[in-house]
């Protein structure tokens, strides 16, 4: 099983409210990663990270920010949460030597389904 | 990053194999073909991973011809609790970003 969580599972807040989504792995993966899904839609990268203090943006441009300060840790961040930032939000790492000679395998965490009003 | 095309959806009954194929036309020499599952309000899943001819595990089955610009992943004798979408992705060695697309959203019926 993979140790990677994420907090909160749900959250429902206000227009304009700053929130942070929490991601934390304990396998000592340096790949971190944050996709963003609507419902029955398909995932979008928004967000990757391939070691501490490294960040970039997905292919899915957002409003969001992220951080790395420590490997186990990959939050993300809204400073300003508007109704368009409703969706489920995954978290996920990698590690490419898992299996050898492969490209690695990513694991997600449970997701953080963001309500906003 | 090599573009993959599957099918929207796919239904099957209970019991029967099932295959899915991808198409990777432009897949790179040291490019991976990697499938995912996932069902609702869940992260996808690894399924497995193939680099050419054919992988098998306890879960599936990868085929991958010889020109690599397709796969098919195939589920043996398939159960209602198989109802999820997949993911078809190719991705290098050292993982850059996967990105994923629509999927197979494959429905099984009793």
């Known amino acids: 099983e993979a140790d990677i969580y994420q907090t909160p599972r749900y959250l429902v807040i206000g227009t304009g409210k700053k929130i942070t989504l929490e991601c934390s792995q304990t396998?000592?993966?340096?790949?971190m990663y944050w996709y963003q899904q609507d419902p029955g839609m398909e995932l979008h990268l928004i967000h990757y990270?391939?070691?501490?203090?490294?960040?970039e943006k997905g292919d899915l441009s957002s409003e969001s920010t992220v951080s790395r300060i420590r490997t186990e840790h990959f939050p993300l961040t809204l400073e300003s949460a508007r109704p368009s930032h409703t969706s489920q939000y995954l978290c996920?790492?990698?590690?490419?030597?898992?299996?050898?000679?492969?490209?690695?395998?990513?694991?997600f965490g449970e997701g953080s389904r963001l309500t906003v009003l | 990053l090599a573009k993959t095309t599957q099918p929207i959806s796919m239904d099957s009954y209970e019991g029967q194999e099932v295959n899915i194929t991808c198409s990777h036309n432009?897949?790179?020499?040291?490019?991976?073909i990697t499938w995912y599952q996932q069902f609702p309000s869940q992260g996808p899943r690894f399924i497995i991973q193939?680099?050419?001819t054919k992988v098998t595990n306890e879960v599936a089955s990868l085929f991958i011809p010889a020109d690599r610009k397709s796969s098919t992943l195939s589920l043996p004798r398939v159960s209602l609790s198989d109802t999820a979408v997949y993911y078809c992705?190719?991705?290098?060695?050292?993982?850059?970003?996967?990105?994923f697309g629509k999927g197979t959203r494959l429905s099984v019926i009793a």
């Open positions: 996920a790492s990698s590690d490419p030597l898992a299996i050898a000679g492969s490209a690695g395998e990513l694991f």
């Open positions: 396998m000592g993966h340096d790949k």
């Open positions: 990270s391939y070691g501490v203090n490294s960040t």
């Open positions: 432009n897949i790179a020499t040291n490019d991976y």
């Open positions: 193939g680099y050419k």
């Open positions: 992705l190719v991705a290098k060695r050292e993982n850059t970003p996967l990105v």
